[in-house]
């Protein structure tokens, strides 16, 4: 097989921005015969959605809030407008979160992100994610298998038995999580047993921190990370270049302010925010609640989507001040009233035995009456009285966080 997995992956980005937005209407009408999606995205004309601008001004739906929807119309909340019996599997994932399979081959959009990992025909695959209730193991199963791959589904734990399984079937690639892998190779080590076959791995799932990665390399194996969710597929994955993530075909990735729909500036740490084009199961604006930024260009690869840094963090900084819950949406809400603040941070400290609060405010005019307008906002908004600080533009951290609870209890 060759490089890339198709000619899709190099076009022109002006050619795949077309290509997505032209198909997005049909996506949209899918969605709005979906009640629930009628109700939440309202009066819209679905033919002037034809850019990333106008996208921007549809409402965002938080990944968060999947659980109590779909309670209220089980199983998936009137998000969905075939029947549970139009798919191939149904699942569920924590939250709980109900989650239908298509019956195409690839259902998860996995193959393709296997592919710039190194999956090949006739390669083995160790499939370690969870095939009980969750579609991981399935994702991934899918994908592998549309390569031409062999896949062992092995699912989690067991790990005496996992160690059998490598000997008897020499796979050379492991999918699942990197702790599992490392849990694996500790005990093959220990016990002596051969687990030299595998030489290629696609984790996802958890944090891959710099310390495993050099860990597996020394031991010869390859490994690459995948971002994906149970309610998407594969989202972004890394290529052969360990150089940031590629945002995965027909799919829309925009990143916004923690607590808005709104999009940040490239390279800015904001909010990852999805929408599919699928006419089974249309995902508009699906807030995913972690953290990334794009990244200034497109992968050294070859590959030309947008390509991200990874998982940076949760963007679900909701926290409790005085007994009373302050949230990302209502900092978007102060800086809303006063469009001469850019950018702000809520810092939650301790004085003494109190909790306080400093709204940390980029803005060219800060003066005593912003301060006190603002400051009465907060108070207004928050129920609750802060200080305002300003500073100037671009000097706040790009972490994403617009709350940064840096209380100490000890």
């Known amino acids: 097989m060759s490089q890339f997995f198709d000619s899709r992956e190099t076009r022109r980005a002006a050619d795949r921005e077309a290509e997505l937005f032209t198909r997005l209407p049909q996506a949209l009408d899918a969605a709005m015969r979906a009640p629930a999606y009628a109700r939440h995205l309202g009066e819209i004309e679905i033919e002037t959605i034809t850019d990333r601008v106008a996208l921007a001004h549809l409402p965002i739906l938080r990944k968060s809030d999947l659980p109590a929807l779909q309670k209220q119309a089980l199983p998936f909340g009137g998000l969905v407008p075939a029947s549970p019996g139009a798919f191939g599997r149904l699942f569920t994932s924590p939250g709980p979160i ?3 399979e298509g019956r195409e081959d690839d259902p998860w959009r996995a193959a393709r992100g296997l592919h710039a990992m190194g999956l090949r025909p006739g390669d083995i695959v ?9 579609p991981g193991g399935f994702l991934m199963d899918s994908g592998a298998r549309a390569l031409g791959c062999a ?3 092995a699912g989690p734990g067991n790990t005496e038995a996992q160690l059998d399984l490598i000997e008897a079937f020499r796979p050379n690639v492991y999918a699942g999580t990197p702790d599992f892998l490392k849990i694996l190779l500790d005990a093959a080590a220990e016990k002596g ?3 030299s076959s595998i030489r290629k791995a696609g984790v996802s799932g958890a944090a891959f921190p710099k310390s495993l990665q050099a860990a597996f390399a020394a031991g010869g194996i390859v490994a690459h990370q995948a971002y994906a969710t149970a309610d998407i597929g594969f989202i972004a994955y890394e290529s052969g270049t360990h150089d940031g993530l590629v945002v995965n075909e027909d799919i829309i990735l925009e990143i916004v302010r923690p607590g808005t729909g709104d999009p940040v500036a490239p390279g800015e740490v904001g909010e990852i925010v999805v929408t599919t084009i699928d006419q089974h199961h249309p995902v508009i604006r699906l807030a995913l609640g ?3 930024a794009q990244m200034d260009e497109p992968s050294p690869c070859g590959r030309t989507n947008i390509r991200i840094r990874g998982w940076m963090g949760r963007a679900d900084q909701t926290t409790k001040v005085k007994g009373m819950f302050v949230r ?9 009233v006063h469009p001469e603040i850019v950018k702000a941070r809520l810092v939650v400290t301790r004085e003494g035995e109190s909790d306080a609060m400093t709204l940390q405010c980029e803005t060219e005019n800060g003066d005593d009456a912003l301060a006190q307008a603002a400051g009465a906002s907060l108070q207004n908004i928050l129920k609750l009285r802060g200080r305002i600080d300003f ?8 972490d994403g966080k617009v709350i940064a609870d840096e209380r100490s209890y000890d």
């Open 98 to 100: 109900y989650e239908p």
């Open 126 to 134: 160790l499939n370690t994610f969870s095939y009980h209730m969750t």
């Open 151 to 153: 896949v062992i589904p």
């Open 193 to 195: 047993r051969d687990v």
């Open 290 to 292: 972690d953290l990334t």
């Open 328 to 336: 990302p949406e209502q900092i978007a809400a102060v800086l809303a």
């Open 391 to 398: 500073t100037a533009p671009g000097s706040l951290p790009n």
